[in-house]
């Protein structure tokens, strides 16, 4: 499994709670690797062993901690980059919404070897929409409420996303727009990109 | 049926229309952010130079690139390069779809423009997307690099290093002889034994030993210049490389240096636990392998104890090239 996957553990836990924690959370899992690097491939059974871990030192669900990394991705400056590349996804948060079915193609052509569940995108009623992730890793789809969350608020986009389950082989997502108006757009411009990538 | 020019302007962001006297007629909206203004009016070979195939200067000439590519820029920018197909209007003019191609990352930095400035079935975008994810991908992958390569270096040090004096280890030494076997150099060996340092190990317990050996290593870096090899063989034998230093007197003095420093009573601090050492010294000579100038250090190390201790001996012919020809 792709090193990104637990880098980003390790940042969200080391950055959110401190260091101390992390170092708890791999002695609990027992996994044999004190320090993930992103551009390395890791054992897949690591995952399993260091959410559980996490969620008993930070004493909360797996689900709620998935949604705070979708979160601390898009809001901790030390990922600017990230959620910039998300914001090419689409000029307001509805078209960022249609685009997610392309999100794990990007993805591959940025990192090849990351792989995304398949996402598909519904909007059966105007504002409304429905999400199914479908695929490994699993969980993702908590990733991506928290994700999303942080996006329609640099969109400006008042909305309301839930994680409703499990359905056939897909976790699914509702989300509802509310008011695309609702606060300042924090904006995105194409020429920024060499600051962001400095990071 | 939409107008031609018209469809032109929806379609073609970065057009340009020619008249047929050569001025600019009509040009696309993303045109105008692109540090020159509004061109219209404009001769078209005042604003741009054609730069390949061909680099006309009159109207003639242009014509005559019609239905090719050609390399062209802004004569106020020309560090952007720009490409356009050409295309003959069929009422004395020309057409130009200008495209930025692999210059489209430094003219979107450079006049900020934004993805409506380009044609929505352009991947500009998309070309973007890729370079600033592999840009970060790179930056996550340059990052481990220097990590592992920091790592590496660490790694190597160690495994060159003698754990308890910093000393180099024998696996150095193989390395320094290789390179020295490969080279002109001249060089001598010293083969320093400790004098009753298993005694201080008895009486005064390993801690004391490690403390004292430590403290040799002190000795032997004060009086030893910067790149001789400092090696310790393991337990109390250690082995000097230099590099560049034959003469006799002055390998003689070195040795006397170092048996006398070695042998400094306050060296272990206590009465009666005085050690000292023994010197065996060779000097490489062209056609013999590093290796047996060693073996010669080695018995000339045997001499210096035969002859008594705390004193050194030059490996000369008459020792023999073996240790059972100096018993003999």
């Known amino acids: 499994m792709h090193g990104l996957i637990f880098r980003t553990i390790q940042a969200f836990v080391t950055d959110s709670f401190g260091s101390d924690y992390w170092s708890r959370v791999i002695v609990r899992s027992g996994v044999d690797v004190p320090s993930f690097e992103a551009m390395l491939q890791y054992e897949p059974a690591h995952l399993c062993a260091l959410l559980s871990a996490c969620a008993e030192e930070l004493d909360r669900s797996q689900d709620v901690i998935l949604e705070d990394i979708g979160a601390y991705l898009i809001t901790h400056q030390k990922h600017a980059s990230i959620r910039r590349l998300m914001r090419f996804g689409g000029d307001s948060f509805p078209e960022l919404l249609h685009s997610l079915d392309e999100l794990p193609g990007r993805t591959r052509l940025a990192v090849s070897g990351l792989d995304l569940p398949q996402i598909r995108v519904r909007e059966p009623i105007l504002h409304q929409y429905t999400i199914d992730c479908v695929g490994p890793p699993a969980g993702f789809g908590h990733v991506l409420v928290g994700l999303l969350r942080a996006l329609a608020d640099d969109y400006g986009t008042l909305a309301v996303l839930t994680h409703v389950g499990r359905r056939d082989e897909a976790e699914v997502i509702e989300v509802s727009i509310v008011d695309t108006g609702f606060a300042e757009d924090r904006g995105f411009s194409l020429s920024d990109a060499a600051e962001a990538t400095v990071q | ?328």
């Open chain 2, 1 to 328: 049926m939409i107008g031609s020019l018209e469809l032109l302007a929806s379609l073609r962001p970065l057009h340009i229309c020619i008249g047929k006297t050569g001025h600019i007629t009509q040009s696309g909206r993303s045109i105008a952010k692109l540090g020159s203004g509004n061109l219209v009016g404009q001769r078209f070979l005042e604003v741009f130079e054609v730069q390949r195939p061909s680099r006309p200067s009159d109207m003639t000439g242009l014509r005559q690139l019609s239905d090719q590519v050609i390399r062209l820029r802004f004569r106020a920018e020309p560090d952007l390069a720009l490409r356009a197909l050409v295309l003959d209007d069929r009422s004395g003019g020309l057409i130009l779809d200008i495209s930025f191609g692999i210059a489209v990352v430094s003219a979107v930095r450079r006049f900020g423009l934004t993805a409506k400035d380009f044609a929505a079935s352009d991947l500009a975008v998309e070309l973007l997307f890729l370079q600033e994810a592999k840009s970060t991908a790179m930056a996550a992958s340059f990052n481990l690099n220097t990590r592992l390569n920091g790592a590496r270096l660490a790694a190597e040090t160690e495994a060159l290093t003698d754990g308890l004096t910093g000393l180099h280890n024998r696996r150095a030494l193989d390395g320094a002889l290789m390179r020295l076997g490969q080279s002109e150099t001249d060089f001598a060996v010293l083969h320093m034994d400790l004098d009753r340092f298993k005694t201080v190990n008895d009486t005064l317990g390993h801690a004391t030993g490690d403390t004292v050996l430590k403290q040799v290593a002190d000795v032997m870096r004060a009086q030893t210049r910067q790149n001789d090899l400092l090696v310790r063989m393991g337990g109390d034998e250690f082995v000097i490389i230099c590099p560049g230093l034959t003469d006799h007197l002055r390998l003689a003095g070195l040795s006397d240096a170092l048996i006398s420093g070695v042998s400094d009573p306050t060296l272990t601090e206590r009465q009666g636990a005085q050690i000292g050492a023994s010197i065996g010294i060779a000097i490489s000579a062209s056609g013999l392998e590093p290796a047996t100038i060693i073996d010669r250090a080695d018995i000339a190390l045997y001499a210096a104890k035969r002859a008594g201790r705390g004193c050194h001996r030059v490996w000369t012919p008459d020792m023999g090239t073996s240790l059972s020809e100096l018993d003999a």
